[in-house]
């Protein structure tokens, strides 16, 4: 079974910081990774998939990547709106399974 | 607009069942995959069930596994979740979202806010 670790937990930060939230594979996997934001009262929202395409409409300071095992969203500038929870979300076809980190709020 | 709207969530005594409604509306169900997902309160996401485009096939976690079954009515464009032999660890917020198109069906592109479960 994958397991997909996020880390910090929480990660406290100024507006204008850029920010790295990780996220680790516990074995080799593909590049089949998206990230979402979750504010409270809100449905998730999707922001990257494929490991670092944007989804339509997401502001060009969220970006992706990927080395190795490792997976990270970027925050290139950080905005009041970014406030909230992120996941990270893995899809390994087979046997089909869909696995979320634990997420990270950035503070 | 794409929009996804749940229904059906309750108070449910463990061992009982229950079935949630998703109504989908700027988007056919023909056309795109569906997934449910939860959310325990104060604690992360979790993937429960995806329904490919075609509605030919079905994948489960194995925590809900044997229990739920997804499906859904074209006729209506609603998505469906049986639930049965509820749990208390079951009770959560349940989304249902729609796949982004194509290979990338994993990830979900638009999301309902939600209908609140509690099995007690």
């Known amino acids: 079974e994958i397991v997909m670790t996020q880390s910090p937990d929480t990660l406290s930060v100024s507006l204008g910081d850029r920010a790295s939230l990780s996220c680790r594979a516990s074995?080799?996997?593909?590049?089949?990774l998206a990230w979402y934001q979750h504010k409270p009262g809100q449905a998730p929202r999707l922001l990257i998939y494929?490991?670092?395409r944007r989804a339509p409409g997401v502001p060009d300071r969220f970006s992706g990547s990927l080395s190795g095992t490792d997976f990270t969203l970027t925050i290139s500038s950080l905005q009041s709106d970014d406030f909230a929870v992120y996941y990270c979300?893995?899809?390994?076809?087979?046997?089909?399974?869909?696995?979320f980190g634990g997420g990270t709020k950035v503070e | 607009e794409v929009l996804l709207v749940e229904s059906g969530g309750r108070v449910v005594q463990p061992g009982g069942s229950l079935r949630l409604t998703c109504v989908v509306s700027g988007v056919s169900l023909e056309q795109y995959a569906v997934h449910w997902v939860r959310q325990v309160p104060g604690r992360g996401l979790e993937w429960i069930s995806l329904l490919s485009w075609d509605g030919g096939s079905t994948y489960y976690a194995d925590s809900v596994k044997g229990r739920f079954t997804i499906s859904r009515d074209t006729d209506n464009n609603s998505l469906f979740l049986q639930m049965d032999n509820l749990r208390a660890d079951d009770t959560a917020l349940y989304h249902c979202?729609?796949?982004?198109?194509?290979?990338?069906?994993?990830?979900?592109?638009?999301w309902g806010k939600g209908t609140p479960v509690t099995v007690s």
């Open positions: 074995q080799t996997v593909t590049s089949d």
């Open positions: 979300q893995h899809y390994n076809s087979w046997p089909p399974r869909i696995t």
């Open positions: 979202a729609k796949a982004n198109g194509g290979i990338y069906y994993y990830s979900m592109d638009v």
């Open positions: 494929a490991a670092s």
